[in-house]
């Protein structure tokens, strides 16, 4: 059963737009979310995080917002530029406390940027 | 250059050999993970190790070994492996093994089971 999903396989935008990619999870234990992006034959980078105590944290072009009650968390890059193009990979974790720490991730959406 | 660098970038191996995969990390962490990613499927905890000590072995079969020499190696000892442990093998550091602590992958090894 996965805990975190993004439906959405693949996104296409035109630069200079606004991509928004979804992510909904379904264990109300997660606090601790991430967003990761990856470049085909690289390893995922990690782009923004954000905690369960607030609903927005942004970072230069990239905001993630949080709807605690929906468990729903969503990612907006804008302006979209070519080199935005990539899988993104929605992360969370729970509070397990120092000594553990799980990422449960999801499938990835591939963002496409139209030039 | 990500701080994390993985060790061969791709492996092919029979099911009856031994091999071992690497990673080193520069960047000072205490923390190092092995994630497996098989097609269509998330990433997958496989073990962690924080300071050292291994805290997590997520139900991974006997015929992967971990070993953590010190907080900058890891390595993942493989033996007599199946074919549908063919992935993409990558391993990551944080700071410490903690909640809020960004993990920092290498760009992994591309396992192939003969």
């Known amino acids: 059963d996965q805990q975190v999903k993004q439906n959405s396989p693949s996104l296409s935008v035109q630069e200079g737009r606004i991509s928004i990619l979804n992510c909904d999870y379904t264990?109300?234990?997660?606090?601790?979310f991430l967003w990761y992006k990856k470049y085909p034959a690289e390893g995922p980078t990690f782009l923004i995080s954000?905690?369960?105590?607030?609903d927005k944290n942004e970072d230069g072009r990239f905001t993630v917002f949080l709807n605690k009650s929906a468990k729903h968390l969503s990612l907006h890059i804008v302006p979209s530029q070519p080199g935005d193009s990539a899988v993104y990979f929605c992360?969370?974790?729970?509070?397990?406390?120092?000594?553990?720490?799980?990422?449960?991730f999801g499938k990835g959406t591939k963002l496409s940027v139209i030039p | 250059e990500t701080g994390v660098t993985q060790t061969p970038r791709h492996l092919v191996m029979g099911m009856t050999n031994k091999k071992s995969l690497k990673c080193e990390q520069h960047?000072?962490?205490?923390?190092m993970y092995w994630y497996k990613q098989s097609a269509k499927k998330p990433l997958e905890l496989m073990f962690v190790?924080?300071?050292?000590?291994?805290?997590e072995n997520n139900s991974v079969p006997s015929r992967f070994s971990p070993e953590c020499p010190n907080s900058s190696h890891l390595f993942l000892h493989l033996h007599t492996l199946q074919p549908e442990d063919s992935a993409l093998y990558l391993c990551?550091?944080?700071?410490?093994?903690?909640?809020?602590?960004?993990?920092?992958f290498g760009d992994g090894t591309r396992l192939s089971i003969l």
């Open positions: 990551a550091s944080s700071r410490w093994a903690g909640n809020d602590q960004p993990q920092h």
């Open positions: 264990n109300s234990m997660f606090d601790y």
């Open positions: 954000i905690s369960s105590i607030k």
């Open positions: 992360a969370a974790s729970e509070g397990t406390g120092a000594g553990s720490y799980q990422l449960t």
């Open positions: 960047l000072g962490h205490n923390a």
């Open positions: 190790y924080n300071f050292k000590e291994q805290t």
